[in-house]
């Protein structure tokens, strides 16, 4: 019965609050938290137990009309609050990303490919797709860089500083077709 798609986030812990500080049956926590009714009636009867209560109103998992209604009705179904992932966990932000260090020396020729290939490109694109700086960027376009002369432009996606559908949603806006 555990691990089901609609049970609670820490299922013991959540029946332990329940059993605390609601008046559900054993067979509505047990139901709700997708644990065995042996399971829950042990957790109310370690008085001495380790496992620290999860407040499932607070996390936003039942509402309390919810928990309401079925201290009111015995037999109803403790119903889990269903709530669509928000859109900083399912989209990849938009910052900086990591670059491992062993990749980092690539850097240079990948900003040199795009400064090259889009010169009207903003710092702030090149910035945010490849995780440099704008001191880095401006002193490739002004050759002040200390091994300017050593670069070859190299396409970033070859080197593995960035994917290729990044790439082409970070040209979009300046590349003219």
């Given at each position: 019965m555990q691990g089901s798609a609609t049970s609670p986030l820490?299922?013991?812990a959540t029946a332990l609050w329940l059993i605390r500080n609601t008046h559900l049956t054993f067979v509505q926590i047990a139901a709700f938290c997708s644990l065995h009714l042996l399971e829950v009636q042990n957790l109310?009867?370690?008085?001495d137990s380790n496992l620290r209560p999860f407040d499932p109103i607070a996390s936003e998992q039942v509402t309390l009309a919810e928990i309401?209604?079925?201290?009111?009705?015995p037999d109803a179904v403790l119903e889990i609050?269903?709530?669509?992932?928000a859109d900083s966990y399912t989209k990849k932000k938009s910052k900086a990303h990591y670059i491992p260090l062993a990749k980092r020396g690539?850097?240079?020729?990948?900003?040199a490919w795009i400064i090259t290939k889009f010169p009207n490109i903003p710092d702030k694109v090149v910035i945010g797709l490849l995780g440099t700086t704008?001191?880095?960027i401006e002193s490739i376009r002004n050759p002040d860089y200390r091994k300017v002369?050593?670069?070859t432009p190299?396409?970033?996606?070859?080197?593995?500083l960035c994917t290729q559908e990044e790439l082409d949603k970070a040209l979009k806006a300046y590349v003219q077709d």
């Open positions: 820490m299922p013991k109310a009867d370690a008085a309401k209604r079925c201290e009111a009705e609050n269903v709530l669509p992932l690539l850097r240079p020729a990948s900003i704008a001191k880095m002369k050593g670069i190299e396409h970033p996606v070859t080197n593995g």
